[in-house]
């Protein structure tokens, strides 16, 4: 299978020269993903709510390679305040509790001070 490139239509993809997800064979690789609804070009002031849109962003760009949340093997969680983490726990594990990705979770500065959080996720698609 040829590799497959897809895009959220991200200005910044361009810029920066990557992709929203890489299919590879059976694997999609999500780059890290953040809470901007890119529709309307805004992202919400409150973590759960960027935390929640992140995981719509993630289901689409799976969506675009065959796969679902339920194909993700791993994440890897930016959070940019420690504090934030028990907010945002709840949410992760409503997306994740019965699919039990490995995750790795960091604290860090992202590019954007709006971003208050990042996800990005490698799937392996499932032959449906």
Same mark, same amino acid.
Do not use: C
């Given at each position: 299978?040829? *590799?497959?490139?897809?895009?959220?239509?991200?200005?910044?993809?361009?810029?920066?020269g990557?992709?929203?997800?890489?299919?590879?064979?059976?694997?999609?690789?999500?780059?890290?993903?953040?809470?901007?609804?890119y529709?309307a070009? +805004?992202?919400?002031?409150d973590?759960?709510?960027?935390?929640?849109? +992140?995981? *719509?962003?993630?289901?689409?760009?799976?969506a675009?390679?065959?796969? +679902?949340l339920?194909?993700?093997? *791993?994440?890897?969680?930016?959070?940019?305040? *420690?504090?934030?983490?028990?907010?945002?726990?709840?949410?992760?594990?409503?997306?994740?509790?019965?699919?039990?990705?490995?995750?790795t +979770?960091?604290?860090?500065?992202l590019?954007?001070?709006?971003?208050?959080?990042e996800?990005?996720?490698?799937?392996r698609?499932?032959?449906?």
């Amino acid at each position: 299978m040829s *590799r497959k490139l897809i895009s959220s239509g991200s200005a910044f993809e361009a810029l920066a020269g990557y992709s929203r997800a890489v299919v590879d064979g059976e694997w999609v690789f999500v780059s890290g993903t953040t809470g901007f609804d890119y529709k309307a070009g +805004t992202i919400a002031d409150d973590v759960v709510e960027q935390t929640e849109q +992140t995981f *719509r962003n993630i289901a689409a760009a799976l969506a675009q390679a065959d796969a +679902t949340l339920a194909d993700v093997v *791993r994440a890897v969680i930016y959070v940019t305040d *420690r504090a934030d983490f028990e907010r945002v726990a709840p949410v992760i594990g409503k997306h994740f509790g019965k699919i039990r990705p490995t995750n790795t +979770t960091v604290i860090a500065q992202l590019v954007d001070a709006r971003m208050k959080i990042e996800i990005e996720v490698t799937a392996r698609r499932t032959p449906r």
